[in-house]
């Protein structure tokens, strides 16, 4: 009669038991080690040739990094995701977060401590396309809540080639395309610190990084998340030095599996300080993050940090006095400075109920011709290459414009002339108004918000958004 499998564990020889409790002993081990690490193991019905995994929304808290490039086995077939390198040594000399810093930060975020960042959030890195093409320049940012993030980069790293790398007065679009990788970096790095420079107030700045050790544990205020409790903090007061530190560390925001949009989040706040941002709020809001649709998004108030270094929730130049006798002397938080990178608003939606902000010449002119646009909630970036085109009148009779919507679909820069002197407005007497806004593309409208009555040229291009 054959053994049951029990009678067989009974039959299991001196030298069978002790190869068995040495391979518990080493997966014990490296469950350990993942467990720091903020990975878990993975099931062993997983192969080795398979892509990057996909969660679910019941897999939140499974292990973000890829293993598409690189894998291993424990004893026993049982197969795992090695991490690449997106930590740093414990000892390179930054400061421990505390637990009362991170409250600080859960609280400014999400407006309390028990809330954490979805998958997605943790998944979002900085991910260029392919170097050597057209779009080398561009950053993938499909539809999510990091997106406007992901776009205010795009934007400074479109400001960095075009503007500061080479500091000529007119440069082509070639400029932006054909990138190695190495280049793309270099924007990248050079990108996050200027913004990074401007919200500390052009004095200090802060990168945060992940470490391999836990510098505090879940309590009865605090939610643990596995990656805020392992950050260390650096801090810059020169600019060169926090460009040369952020190039040195780039993986960490560019590298699948590195939390690279939440580090630079973390960054920005942090070189912003707590204690400012909400100085910078008003009493329309109390945190940055918008909990919509299953997805947390933006508030302005992240965007305008971005943009101009202070966290006002309003796009509208200037503080403005709120108008009511019944309450104390309060005031709406506008744009105050004229910004490098411009925001630009439209939504059909908005304007059908009459409730459109009025963006402000702050951010509607900026230093720079280049906007992070808000169309119909969905963000994109509309920039030129003549740096005269915001200074000089003449330039604005017939110029050309490029636009890029963020999504892999995307395939070249569109690129659009646009005509101020048309006379499109006597259409105007013909049509009506309503009808008239449903008749052009959206990107048509919102540069209509800062150029009226223009007619648009898409050189052939079927209309996409």
């Not at 002790?18 to 350990?32: C, F, P, Q, V, Y």
Request: one cysteine or more; glycine letters at 6%.
């Amino acid at each position: 009669m054959d053994k049951r499998p029990s009678d067989r564990h009974l039959s299991l020889k001196p030298m069978e038991l002790e190869e068995i409790a040495t391979k518990i002993s080493a997966l014990d081990k490296w469950r350990g080690i993942f467990g720091s690490q903020g990975l878990e193991i993975k099931n062993p019905a997983i192969q080795t040739n398979q892509g990057p995994h996909k969660a679910d929304e019941e897999c939140e808290e499974r292990a973000e990094t890829s293993s598409s490039k690189k894998h291993g086995s424990f004893p026993g077939s049982i197969f795992y995701s090695i991490p690449r390198e997106l930590i740093i040594a414990s000892d390179l000399g930054g400061q421990p977060i505390s637990i009362e810093m991170a409250m600080a930060l859960r609280n400014i975020l999400f407006g309390n401590t028990f809330q954490t960042f979805n998958y997605e959030w943790k998944k979002s890195f900085f991910k260029f396309r392919e170097a050597f093409s057209e779009l080398a320049y561009a950053i993938e940012a499909e539809k999510g809540g990091t997106r406007a993030i992901q776009l205010v980069v795009q934007a400074n790293v479109i400001k960095y080639l075009l503007f500061t790398k080479n500091k000529h007065e007119y440069t082509s679009i070639k400029s932006v395309s054909e990138l190695s990788q190495k280049q793309q970096e270099r924007a990248l790095a050079s990108s996050i610190a200027d913004i990074l420079w401007t919200t500390g107030g052009m004095k200090r700045a802060t990168i945060c990084l992940i470490t391999s050790d836990s510098y505090f544990t879940e309590s009865a205020d605090y939610k643990t998340d596995n990656f805020t409790e392992r950050l260390q903090l650096f801090e810059f007061v020169e600019k060169d030095k926090l460009e040369k530190f952020l190039c040195i560390h780039i993986h960490c925001y560019i590298d699948e599996g590195s939390h690279g949009v939440i580090l630079f989040l973390y960054s920005l706040l942090f070189s912003r300080t707590i204690a400012r941002i909400q100085q910078d709020l008003d009493h329309t809001t109390s945190h940055l993050l918008h909990f919509c649709m299953g997805n947390y998004t933006v508030r302005q108030a992240v965007l305008n940090l971005m943009l101009t270094g202070r966290a006002s929730p309003h796009v509208f130049n200037g503080d403005q006095a709120l108008d009511d006798q019944n309450v104390e002397q309060k005031f709406h938080h506008g744009v105050l400075t004229r910004s490098d990178v411009g925001y630009l608003h439209w939504s059909r939606e908005e304007m059908e109920q009459d409730r459109l902000p009025q963006v402000g010449s702050m951010l509607k002119t900026p230093k720079y011709p280049i906007w992070l646009c808000n169309i119909n909630g969905t963000y994109s970036v509309l920039f030129g290459t003549n740096t005269s085109l915001l200074c000089d009148w003449k330039m604005e009779h017939i110029f050309d414009l490029y636009f890029y919507s963020g999504q892999a679909s995307q395939k070249k820069t569109a690129h659009l002339t646009v005509d101020t002197h048309s006379h499109h407005w006597e259409e105007s007497y013909k049509i009506d108004q309503a009808d008239h806004e449903k008749k052009f593309p959206s990107l048509e409208m919102i540069i209509r918000t800062k150029w009226e009555g223009a007619a648009i040229n898409w050189h052939g291009t079927v209309p996409f958004f």
